[in-house]
């Protein structure tokens, strides 16, 4: 490693401080990594449950639905379907993870049931409303869950790349670095010293 640093006593309390700054910075952006990836690996894991959930949501409620269109007729759903009146409020609030921003989606459900007379009309059509206002409140919380797993992932991706920069370039320049200056400063007052001892000698003589 190539170091072009004067051999002074500053240059050498320099080059210690930046080495001690670069190790503590070192130290907590690699704390840092690890955070984030514990939090990353515990949202990937909701997120695959949560996917798992809304697939098996997903195929009940359109299982209740054919059932529906067998008894009742698509003409005839179709035309109870526009009297379901159900409206949903989405609010988007944030909470900070080492600097990150993790998004919390709040989904409030409006409806007032019921929506049409139950006259001649199957109970698979209610029971397919249920089953899809629980995709409805699934899909809010897995949206939720991978929008914070993507923000996590380019977090930690910065941070490796940081800490690796850390690690493999500056750390060892500084130490280097101080390593070099004092040695040629030991090598320098150890020259002083046998010239002064030579000095001395010649003086006596």
Known sequence: MNINIAATKTNLLKVKKSLSLTQEGYELLDEKRRILINEMTAVLHVVERLTRDLDSALRDAYAIVDKAIVVMGKKRLEELGLAVNIKYDLTIAHRRIM??????????????????SSLGVSFYVDEAIAKFRDVIVLIAKLAEKKLA????????????????????????????????????????????????????ARLKG
């Open 149 to 200: 797993l993507l923000r996590l992932a380019k977090e930690v991706q910065k941070t490796i790349r940081k800490v690796n920069a850390l690690e493999k370039i500056y750390l060892p320049y500084y130490r280097e670095a101080v390593k070099f200056v004092s040695e040629r400063l030991d090598e320098e007052s150890r020259e002083s010293f046998s010239m002064l001892k030579l000095i001395k």
């Open 99 to 116: 600097g990150v921003s993790i998004p919390i989606i709040d989904l409030k459900i409006l409806e007032k049931p019921p929506y049409y």
